[in-house]
């Protein structure tokens, strides 16, 4: 069965960091890519970060462009995502999602199945 | 402001057929795939419709996707009460560097 599994969120005060992990079982976890969206407390879905299967290509939404970067390590099944000089409209239930498709950036690279989140709170 | 529109609201009864729509442009709808996900609250979203019109195994055919030109709809006949939920429409979009866009989602409440 497919599973993600998203850790590492929290409390945290602005200007600081936080680093989100996302295992990932059940599928061939180099086969896809991956992507990081966000949720705002009553508010909508935002894309924030994708990632091709072999991280050759990686892209960010603007909000969070040269604060945010992700990784993955295929040996590990693993996803994460380091989030520095968080702000507090940072604050959000952050999915990992898997791509249909082995690149992020195209058409058919959105995303099949979703973890279960991990809650940043950005707070002084 | 999302970059794809969708109505906030919609509404019908059991047994009727209710349609969303999601309206975008050249470079995210009219050259790109449309998803549709389902979120309940407090749980994840899922995928119902991926590539414009394709079903996942386990979602039922009551649920039907399409696209025409930069806009796109979600159709849901036969309406059931557990139907309720957010419906958020999303493709690729090809300005700037790239990135992925969401409408901001319809509340469908069965009446």
């Known amino acids: 069965e497919l599973q993600l599994v998203e850790s590492g969120g929290g409390l945290v005060q602005p200007g600081r960091s936080l680093r989100l992990s996302c295992a990932a079982s059940?599928?061939?976890?180099?086969?896809?890519?991956m992507h990081w969206v966000r949720q705002a407390p009553g508010k909508g879905l935002e894309w924030v970060s994708g990632i091709n299967w072999n991280s050759g290509r990686i892209g960010y939404a603007d909000a969070v462009q040269g604060r945010f970067t992700i990784s993955r390590d295929n040996a590990k099944n693993s996803l994460y995502l380091q989030m520095n000089s968080l702000r507090i409209e940072d604050t959000a239930l952050y999915y990992c999602?898997?791509?249909?498709?082995?690149?992020?950036?195209?058409?058919?690279?959105?995303?099949?199945?979703w973890g279960q989140g991990s809650l940043v709170t950005v707070s002084s | 402001q999302s970059v794809l529109t969708q109505p906030p609201s919609a509404s019908g009864t059991p047994g009727q057929r209710v349609t969303i729509s999601c309206s975008g442009s050249?470079?995210?709808?009219?050259?790109?795939?449309v998803y549709w996900y389902q979120q309940f609250p407090g749980a994840a979203p899922k995928v119902l419709i991926y590539?414009?019109?394709q079903r996942p195994s386990g979602v039922p055919e009551r649920f039907s996707g399409s696209r025409s030109g930069t806009s796109a709809s979600l159709a849901i006949s036969g309406l059931r009460s557990e139907d309720e939920a957010d419906y958020y429409c999303?493709?690729?979009?090809?300005?700037?560097?790239?990135?992925?866009?969401f409408g901001g989602g319809t509340k469908l409440t069965v009446l």
């Open positions: 590539r414009n019109n």
């Open positions: 999602a898997k791509a249909y498709s082995a690149h992020y950036y195209d058409s058919s690279g959105l995303f099949h199945s």
């Open positions: 059940g599928f061939t976890f180099d086969d896809y890519a």
């Open positions: 050249n470079s995210n709808i009219g050259s790109n795939h």
């Open positions: 999303a493709a690729w979009d090809d300005s700037l560097s790239g990135r992925v866009v």
